[in-house]
């Protein structure tokens, strides 16, 4: 039985982490997927391992609104009715408490988990609101909501995020649209290596004695957002390790640990 065309989905991040598993899920859903990220390569290889077509790989950064519209505009016919859109996108850059932070480090979270969904939400919705139906998911963090250790700029986009989310309901009531948000707790991707600027062994180090999310349990529950009844908005799912309490580090770690440092 051939399987059913869920419609056209848009992911950011896509070339790796959740953003990566997220793509294949969603392909393996139904869904036509624009893997969207700016290492063109990774994407290539993405879309290379599904022989059916069904993932693009667009090559664009989500801080250039521009290149995205155009990136946007140049979508072939059977990817240009898009009815899904996952902001993925974000990244956390440093791990030192504000007072000695680095003002480059916080442009470029603000840049890509601010800028970036704002650049790519402002070009989708008016789609998606046009054909009357849709639904967005932002990928937020329980960052947002429990305070850790060095988590300060990067806490806040994504306080930002679930905010923005919440909003988005209230703009998007009578249009079909659905908005979700959800909140990973510390998870095993590349996130960490980003933070700690390809530093694997201090990446490492996170997760030494616990299990975390993976990023199959992420894209799991961003599939079961999509799949409620059109009836349905799921508001806000949090997910975290069991050996993770609310945030503030795991049992045994020194101090400095960063619990709740979101894989997102």
């Known amino acids: 039985m051939a399987q059913e065309k869920r419609g056209v989905a848009v992911v950011s991040g896509a070339s790796s982490g959740f953003g990566r598993r997220i793509a294949q899920v969603l392909c393996g859903r139904g869904y036509s997927v624009v893997a969207l990220a700016r290492r063109e390569g990774r994407l290539k ?45 974000g990244l956390s850059r440093g791990f030192g408490p504000l007072q000695s932070g680095s003002h480059e480090s916080w442009q470029e979270m603000v840049d890509t988990n ?14 998606l609101v046009a054909r009357g139906s849709g639904h967005v998911v932002n990928i937020g963090s329980i960052a947002a909501s429990y305070p850790y250790m060095g988590g300060n700029v990067y806490a806040a986009t994504k306080a930002f995020v679930h905010q923005l989310s919440l909003n988005m309901r209230v703009d998007l009531q009578g249009t079909g649209v659905r908005v979700s948000c959800v909140a990973p707790g510390m998870a095993k991707t590349e996130f960490a290596k980003v933070r700690y600027d390809g530093d694997e062994a201090s990446a490492e180090a996170l997760y030494r004695g616990i299990e975390p999310l993976t990023d199959d349990d992420v894209a799991e529950a961003v599939a079961w957002c999509l799949a409620q009844p059109a009836r349905v908005n799921v508001n806000m799912i949090e997910l975290m390790p ?20 979101g894989g997102a």
């Open 114 to 127: 601010i800028s970036g969904l704002l650049n790519l939400s402002g070009l989708v919705l008016p789609r």
């Open 45 to 89: 290889v993405l879309a290379d391992e599904d022989s059916g077509g069904a993932i693009l790989p667009v090559a664009a950064d989500v801080r250039d609104r521009e290149g995205l519209a155009r990136a946007l505009d140049g979508l072939p016919a059977g990817f240009r009715d898009i009815s899904v859109l996952v902001n993925n996108a």
């Open 242 to 261: 069991v050996d993770q309490p609310f945030g503030l580090g795991f049992a045994g770690s020194p101090p400095a640990s960063p619990g709740g440092a």
